[in-house]
Nanobody, 128 residues
Framework: EVQLVESGGGLVQGGGSLRLSCAASGFTFDDYAMGWFRQAPGKEREGVSC????????YYADSVKGRFTISSDNAKNTVYLQMDSLKPEDTAVYYCAAGRCRGTYSSGSYYPVVDDYWGQGTQVTVSS
């Protein structure tokens, strides 16, 4: 059974940083991509970032590129999302996900999506 457990969310002022962690179990880590998507109240789910665990390739949504960094510790079956220069519009529930990473476009912007399996989510709130 695939299990994904997120941690590290919280409240931060605009311009601040947070690091999310996701501990994974129940599958062969290197066989998957992992990533993060977020959902704000009243908005659709939005892909944020994904990482190809076998080769470390990373992909970012245009809205977070240069501010967020995804990484993995394959020995610990854990993926991280370092979020810097946070903005109020980053406020959302962030979900860790595993599966196949694919790219999508919406309104001209790129979003990497991985959502075959996901965790319970962690709230990130950025105050202005």
């Amino acid at each position: 059974e695939v299990q994904l457990v997120e941690s590290g969310g919280g409240l931060v002022q605009g311009g601040g940083s947070l690091r999310l962690s996701c501990a994974a179990s129940g599958f062969t880590f290197d066989d998957y991509a992992m990533g993060w998507f977020r959902q704000a109240p009243g908005k659709e789910r939005e892909g944020v970032s994904c990482i190809i665990l076998r080769d470390g390739g990373t992909y970012y949504a245009d809205s977070v590129k240069g501010r967020f960094t995804i990484s993995s510790d394959n020995a610990k079956n854990t993926v991280y999302l370092q979020m810097d220069s946070l903005k109020p519009e980053d406020t959302a529930v962030y979900y860790c996900a595993a599966g196949r990473c694919r790219g999508t476009y919406s309104s001209g912007s790129y979003y990497p999506v991985v959502d075959d399996y996901w965790g319970q989510g962690t709230q990130v709130t950025v105050s202005s």
